[in-house]
């Protein structure tokens, strides 16, 4: 009945007699939101005759992308140049990104943007109807290419309604990725349930492609969506990937209290003010720049997200927060712009202030706290989204290239999905032309995984619900890897997440249906998040420095000499993890300080 | 304001519901920042963890909670369990499309017929991207811009008398999506859009009930779309009697 059914159907009506033919695919891609479409619609131009899988747990128009606001980098205007994008990216970043992918990203960012607006995306416009962009936190010039600020719906959509002309890009739409699968040192495949009709299947592949986003539902309170799990990671790590710089994680300084809904940085990009309880523009004491009345690129309102959100911790500690029930919150205050403005550049602030905060911006002021919203680290890749797993590629927010270092600057992301979701798929499609049919072993491995499936979590009386064990797994991340940690509670984070590893076996599955059974997804969804729960504290305990959007107090300086490096994380056969460290790609960008409000 | 609310809850799973859904009840929790979201989150993360239902991103962009509050299709991210008070809150599957199990029904139908309408941008020849951007205005940006924020959330096919009907209708999102590529200056596609759009179960199937309009959470005006496009085809239907393509 379901247009992603009847696609792989054929495969299986190839089928005569008893056994039935196992689904296969040329490049099958793990998600898909931006990334995924994106390196979709690059496999299908690269090679026309490959057939290519899109394996979601969501419809692709429902996925993560579609939350993005504020817009995407790339260089566009006279007055500015790559180099200058390049060195806002790393010195962002704190000197952790690598700069060879750097200055392939801020090359090709233009290109796919301009792609995206031939293929219909309704960026906003000049009066003459060229691009508009606007200022960004961390950017030095104005390159933010937005669609007022729905910019990653507008993309995703575009994306999406693009790849229905490909007629070789086949939907499993609402199927669920359990396992990738292994066999003589490359991935031949994926095991994923059909959340529809809950039967679980074997469909192999050449080549995969990770791009399932970010993992923000790990902590309790995020800007992500309830599907944010971190699946391929936790996918690519079981089947041997290792994760990259795990440590960093994003908080964004401007969420709304109680629901985390995101209140883009363009609202301070076009003008608006961040306030302590007495009204005090509190940036100006935390060496941020001093306050001006308009926007100032690289200053007070537009410094980079890592310090603002540490800023408010400090205001915080200095009891100049205000008290709500859902804790301390600052004040945005776009007031000053006026109805027009917001209505033009940033109606979403107005619609999602009003339904979810009941404060209209035009006269209240807006209660923000930072909120997890992005995770810099993700699988290791090398500049085309190659892990060192053979047949395996990841790209987005699942992958680490890197790009974002230690702290990803805003409107990075959409650009970055775009140039490594195209380049990934550029990359497998050419590996995927040169390999062989998948192994028997891999069958036999698909077999086993179906009975895992069956037997643990649909024949069992478990000890205790799924969210106590959720539940204890946000506190434990809350506690212990914040925007300030300490070795102390990140050690015992890694103890107790330890035990919520073994609670999770336990876990009660009250629904026996294999029709669209969101408990055993949940299940699977929660073990995901605890080994990538797991990699977050391990990679935090062992960098003893303080880096972007990593600070510890225990130790509050950078320390180039032994951390000048990238953490990867491997999971050994016995299910515990070690960590090495890679160093940093420098070209032409010494090491230096961070300095914003020059 | 009570600080406890009860939602009555179709349930339905085709293994053991053989002659239809059946309706269950659960006390929740009413502050008055939760939606009936929230409310169907608590049910099944503390009371019952076998109900299921879509959801993704809680804030009314992605489309994923659709469903049938007190009889009339919402985004349940996006009502309040407040404004409900005292209770009942009824909530049901989104009607007009086959229910898969409990609260989450089968929108395969919109998904091949979107497709049909072919929501991409056509042009007789592409502009290499080394020529840059196609200059659009802030005035034709706003021409199809309207149409351009569909969620696909199905309110619209919910909520449209005719499609309950007649199943082969198109449909006001896929009009709405096929109008916003026609309005698009830089599209060319409006011609081959026109054989799909103007079969009977296009456009002619919308009797201007006007329904789709009213329950769309976003504000896209479906039943202006069909209107505004019944007017095009009407002419462009009659400039084929009198004229070659080549000429329209």
């Known amino acids: ?598 | 304001m009570a600080d406890r609310i009860t939602l009555q809850v179709a349930r339905y799973r085709p293994e053991e519901n053989a002659e239809g859904p059946t309706f269950q009840e659960y006390e929740v929790p009413c502050p008055k920042d939760w939606v009936v979201l929230d409310g169907l989150n608590y049910v099944k993360d503390q009371l019952d963890g076998t109900l299921s239902y879509r959801w993704s991103c809680r804030m009314g962009i992605c489309g994923s909670c659709g469903m049938t509050v007190n009889g009339e299709p919402k985004l349940t991210c996006a009502t309040f369990l407040a404004d409900y008070a005292p209770g009942p809150v009824r909530v049901e599957p989104l009607r007009n499309f086959p229910v898969v199990r409990d609260l989450v029904s089968e929108i395969g139908d919109f998904m091949r017929k979107l497709a049909t309408v072919k929501p991409w941008i056509i042009r007789d020849t592409d502009k290499p991207l080394s020529e840059g951007e196609y200059r659009q205005t802030p005035a034709q940006l706003e021409n199809y811009k309207q149409f351009s924020m569909c969620i696909n959330c199905m309110l619209c096919y919910a909520a449209c008398p005719v499609y309950g009907l007649d199943p082969k209708f198109i449909g006001p999102a896929a009009i709405a999506l096929a109008q916003r590529y026609n309005l698009d200056s830089r599209d060319e596609g409006a011609g081959e859009r026109l054989e799909i759009l103007s079969q009977h179960e296009g456009i002619w199937g919308c009797t201007f009930v006007g329904e789709c309009t009213k329950v769309c959470p976003k504000n896209v005006d479906p039943a202006g779309a069909i209107q505004r496009y019944k007017l095009h085809a009407a002419v462009e239907t009659m400039k084929t009697f009198f004229m070659p393509r080549g000429a329209r």
């Open chain 1, 1 to 598: 009945m379901r247009l992603s059914y009847d696609q792989s159907m054929p495969l299986r009506e190839e089928s005569v007699g008893t056994m039935a033919v196992i689904p296969s695919h040329d490049v099958l891609l793990v998600g898909g939101g931006g990334a995924g479409l994106r390196a979709a619609i690059a496999i299908a131009e690269t090679n026309p005759k490959l057939t290519i899988a899109v394996v979601s747990k969501v419809y692709p128009m429902r996925s993560h992308t579609v939350s993005a606001e504020g817009g995407a980098a790339a260089v566009i205007r006279q007055d500015d140049s790559l180099d200058e994008h390049a060195y806002d990216t790393i010195s962002g970043g704190d000197w952790l990104t690598d700069q060879d992918a750097v200055e392939a990203f801020v090359q090709e960012a233009p290109q796919e943007l301009l792609r995206l607006e031939h293929w219909g995306c309704p960026w906003s416009r000049e009066p003459d109807g060229r691009i508009g962009v606007r200022p960004f936190g961390g950017m030095k010039k104005m390159r933010t290419w937005f669609a007022a600020d729905k910019t990653g719906f507008h993309m995703l959509h575009t994306l999406f309604q693009t790849s229905l002309k490909y007629s070789k890009v086949f939907r499993y739409d609402e199927w669920f990725v359990t396992k990738l699968l292994v066999d003589d040192g490359r991935v031949q495949g994926v095991v994923a349930i059909d959340l529809m009709s809950g039967k679980i299947e074997t469909i192999t592949a050449r080549a995969v492609i990770v791009c399932t986003g970010g993992c923000g539902r790990v902590f309790p309170f995020t800007t992500n969506a309830s599907i944010k799990n971190g699946d391929g990671m936790a996918l690519a790590y079981r089947a041997g990937a290792p994760l990259k710089d795990m440590e960093f994680i994003q908080y964004h300084p401007t969420g709304l209290p109680f629901t985390g809904i995101l209140i883009t940085e363009a609202a301070r990009a076009e003008g608006g003010y961040l306030v302590n309880k007495d009204g005090y523009r509190y940036l100006q004491d935390y060496n941020l720049g001093t306050p001006e009345p308009k926007p100032v690129f690289r200053s007070m309102e537009l410094g980079p997200r890592d310090r603002l959100s540490q800023a408010f911790v400090k205001e915080v500690e200095k009891g100049r927060t205000v008290e709500t029930p859902y804790g301390p919150v600052v004040h945005l205050d776009l007031r000053h712009l006026g109805e027009k403005m917001i209505e033009s550049k940033i109606p979403f602030v107005r619609e999602l202030c009003l339904k979810y905060q009941n404060v209209d911006p035009v006269t209240e002021l807006i209660p923000v706290r930072p909120v997890v919203h992005y995770m810099m680290g993700g699988v290791h890749t090398d500049i085309n989204g190659a892990t060192p797993l053979a047949g395996l590629y990841a790209a987005g927010e699942a992958a680490c290239v890197s790009i974002n270092g230690a702290n990803r600057l805003g409107s990075n992301s959409l650009p970055e999905l775009l140039v490594f979701g195209a380049r990934a798929g550029r990359a497998a499609a050419e590996y995927a032309s040169a390999q062989k049919d998948a192994s028997q072993a891999v069958l036999a491995q698909g077999k086993d995984e179906q009975s895992r499936l069956d037997k643990v979590f649909l024949q069992k009386s478990g000890r205790e619900r799924i969210a106590a064990v959720r539940d204890e797994m946000h506190k434990t991340m809350e506690e212990s890897a914040g925007i300030y940690r300490t070795g102390a509670s990140l050690g015992r984070a890694v103890d107790t997440l330890r035990g919520l590893r073994d609670r999770v076996a336990g876990v009660t599955i009250e629904d026996r249906s294999r029709t669209f059974n969101t408990e055993r997804v949940a299940a699977l969804e929660l073990s995901f998040m605890l080994d990538v729960a797991d990699a977050i504290v391990n990679t935090a305990l062992l960098r003893e420095e303080s880096r972007g959007a990593h600070q510890r107090t225990d130790f509050p300086a950078r320390d180039d000499q032994r951390f000048l490096a990238h953490s990867l994380i491997h999971r050994k056969p016995d299910g515990s993890s070690a960590v090495e460290y890679l160093p940093v790609t420098i070209t032409r960008w010494p090491p230096a300080e961070r300095v914003y409000g020059s």
